[in-house]
């Protein structure tokens, strides 16, 4: 019985030394579309490469990127919600914010498109449109980047969404687009989630192309004033590489599916 | 159905070419939970010898909260936990927060509650005459615990292996004071999760057969534990 | 004659009931005592309290008349006295290994403990039976491994509870040969019991518990009528010709 009881032991510390880090890595919070994405599957060993430093990813949705930020559980922030983001700052929570890069929304939705928006440029036109034909519409519903942007675009078309059509779903992006495909119903989405599901789902880019569907990305470190033992140097090496000439290249040139997804915006000459 | 086959073929070859990745998933799911369950079960036990053969007066009231906690969900242990553990959190200072030990005790205190009922209804079924047999044969109260204990030794083993089999699979608390990072706090059940939402279903259902198989093996032998036990006495 | 046990100033009690009212009890070593009493006198209660299984309510009880704390007290009588359950528990092991308990316990070196082991089985017959899981055994066969697993440890005092309460008469007759077999001069042996033929045959002495009190009776006799003589009484413990030769 002894002996078996420390076989066991032994596993289990086995096992645990092998999983141990060595030095303390920078923690980023950053969405679950950018993860997805596999962009940082690119970013981050390049940047390993030029500074030595590990990056744990904590992937969530943004408001939750953004919570972990202000409780000083990360170091930094790669997020995409530019009002949540003001407000985070003005909460004091960040300091240095940059801006990296862009991607863009799209609206999908079924071939048939009852609601006939397809081909247009105009995304507050598409969801009064949606609206009035009661097309069923999946939201993110989750307080993420991709949901503020939808909100933001429902209010500017002066319409509160609700009723059976409108279908909130608190899930993350690829979730909701296999939703919407199930549903034959329309959602908007970020072009990176999209190329990775495009072929899952039976459902087409109907919408693109508007300024409002804009997705621009900033990097933010935690505030060290406000949580002093935050891994700052970390952070600032990260959000310097980034907007670094090599790490603007490295977002300029990663393809999904052959589609050129991020557009880097931190230097403007290339 | 043509996808579930195609994932699954997929999934056996990933599985059995050792893909590195998917084996330091499955090593990340058993360092945390072995080291859980290995915390919690002499603990565990000891409160169950106590409960069943000492009179105060919480008793009843223990065991009211015992059973309650059985049904606690692992996201709500997970919540509590990432409260405490964050920087801006009492217990902040530790560091603890998207770490392995983070995770283990999380899963402790799902297992904990398991453990502790099932081993004092093994210990309760037992005689009471054991207890007193081995003392008047002159064992040490202590060795005496043990000689107890070891009468009901395959409802005990029962009862690890539940709490096992709970937080092996459990997703809400490791989701949340883990992390699910790549390489370090993904686990099998977060990676599950991870890969499904991704519609990345190879992946999901390599993991899912692993977790299937353990399951599945831990309740042969929780069966056969329990007929035995049940043909001993 | 020297006293195997001499505890003092015992009570128990249950709620309203007093189980036990200032008992005092002498045990001798070599011999044979009965302790009678109607169900639910308190026997066991009384036996459990000797062998420092069981609390009784005064904490100074007096062990050779001197006061003690019950915690000292436990100890002591748990190493000297081995109490035997009415139905006696096996331990999920074989019948060597039941019988090697305690010895294990006091950390015998194996040889030595198995030597004894063997002893004790040969006494009482069960040598044949000795890697048998103790549960497939038979009623009276546990008792015997319960015996042997006792008598083992060489105690001063061995209770016995209520030990041919289910029996047969032949299996009776077989255990209190057994008994005879065991008994030795520093072994004192109290059992408790129903049996009338028992109590009449068996005993050097013969107690009786009735109403929280325990008294002695005179030997031989079927009807416990309560005699005078109080069983702390040193006189009444001395050694008396007319038992010589009885078993």
């Known amino acids: 019985m002894r002996k078996f009881v420390t076989l066991l032991l032994g596993i289990a510390l086995a096992l645990s030394v092998s999983a141990a880090d060595a030095a303390t890595p920078l923690r980023l919070a950053t969405t679950t579309s950018t993860d997805n994405s596999g962009l940082l599957d690119v970013l981050l060993p390049q940047f390993k490469k030029a500074t030595g430093i590990s990056v744990h990813v904590i992937a969530v949705g943004t408001g939750k990127a953004l919570r972990l930020g202000a409780n000083g559980d990360v170091d930094v922030l790669l997020v995409h919600a530019p009002p949540a983001e003001m407000k985070y700052m003005h909460g004091g929570n960040g300091v240095n914010r940059r801006k990296v890069m862009y991607n863009d929304f799209v609206i999908v939705g079924p071939a048939s498109d009852p609601a006939g928006i397809k081909g247009g440029k105009d995304a507050v036109k598409a969801f009064e449109a949606i609206a009035k034909h009661q097309a069923t519409f999946v939201s993110r519903g989750d307080d993420s980047g991709t949901n503020k942007k939808e909100l933001i675009l429902w209010r500017d078309a002066h319409i509160k969404p609700q009723g059976k059509w409108y279908r909130a779903a608190g899930q993350g992006m690829g979730k909701v687009l296999q939703i919407a495909g199930e549903l034959h119903a329309y959602t908007l989405t970020d072009r990176g989630t999209w190329l990775a599901y495009q072929d899952k789902v039976p459902l087409k880019i109907l919408v693109q192309g508007d300024d409002r569907l804009f997705n621009p990305y900033h990097v933010i470190a935690v505030n060290p004033n406000k949580y002093p033992d935050v891994d700052y140097t970390g952070a600032m090496q990260f959000i310097a590489w980034l907007t670094s000439v090599p790490g603007q290249h490295a977002i300029r040139d990663y393809r999904l599916h052959g589609k050129q997804l991020f557009h880097p915006t931190a230097i403007t000459k290339h | 159905m043509d996808e579930l086959w195609h994932a699954s073929y997929r999934a056996m070859v990933l599985l059995f070419s050792g893909n590195p990745g998917l084996w330091e998933i499955i090593g990340i799911s058993f360092a945390v939970s072995l080291k859980a369950i290995v915390i919690a079960t002499p603990a565990a036990f000891a409160a169950a010898f106590v409960l069943a053969y000492t009179r105060f007066r919480g008793r009843g009231l223990v065991m009211s909260v015992m059973n309650t906690a059985l049904s606690l969900p692992a996201v709500v242990v997970g919540l509590t936990l990432y409260l405490l553990l964050s920087r801006s959190g009492p217990l902040g200072d530790l560091r603890l927060l998207f770490t392995q030990t983070a995770m283990t005790v999380g899963q402790v205190i799902l297992a904990f509650p398991l453990v502790f009922v099932m081993s004092h209804s093994a210990i309760q079924a037992g005689q009471r005459s054991a207890w007193e047999t081995a003392l008047t044969l002159g064992a040490s109260p202590p060795r005496a615990v043990l000689t107890v204990l070891y009468e009901v030794r395959f409802g005990l083993i029962a009862a690890v292996i539940a709490g096992f089999g709970r937080i092996v699979a459990e997703v809400g608390s490791s989701m949340m004071v883990g992390g699910n990072i790549a390489h370090f706090t993904r686990n099998i059940p977060t990676a599950i999760a991870l890969e499904t939402s991704k519609g990345e279903f190879a992946q999901g259902i390599a993991l899912g057969f692993v977790l299937l198989v353990l399951a599945f093996g831990l309740n042969i032998v929780l069966t056969v534990m329990q007929r035995r036990g049940g043909i001993a006495s | ?247």
């Open chain 3, 1 to 247: 004659m020297n006293a195997a046990l001499r505890l003092t100033d015992i009570h128990k009690h249950f709620g309203e009931r007093r189980i036990l009212d200032d008992v005092a009890i002498a045990l001798e070593s070599g011999q044979c005592h009965v302790l009678s009493g109607r169900n639910g006198a308190g026997k066991t209660t009384l036996m459990k309290i000797l062998a420092g299984l069981e609390r009784p309510d005064s904490t100074q009880v007096k062990l050779d008349g001197v006061a003690r704390p019950w915690r000292q007290l436990r100890h002591t009588l748990r190493r000297d006295v081995v109490y035997l359950h009415q139905y006696a528990y096996m331990f999920d092991a074989s019948v060597e290994d039941n019988v090697g308990y305690g010895l294990r316990a006091a950390r015998l070196p194996a040889g030595e403990r198995r030597a004894r082991v063997a002893e004790a089985l040969e006494r009482v017959d069960l040598t044949h039976l000795a890697g048998a899981n103790a549960r497939t055994l038979s009623g009276g066969e546990r008792q015997r491994v319960a015996l042997a697993r006792a008598w083992v440890l060489r105690p001063r005092v061995m209770l016995l509870d209520e030990p041919t309460a289910n029996m047969d008469r032949e299996s009776r007759e077989q255990t209190w040969f057994l008994l005879r077999r065991l008994r030795g001069d520093q072994l004192c042996v109290v059992v408790a019991t129903h049996d009338t033929q028992a109590i009449a045959t068996l005993p050097d002495v013969h107690l009786h518990l009735e109403e929280g009190k325990l008294r002695r009776q005179p030997a031989g006799a079927h009807d416990p009528a309560p005699s005078p003589v109080s069983a702390a009484h040193p006189a009444a413990t001395a050694h008396d010709p007319r038992r010589e030769g009885r078993m």
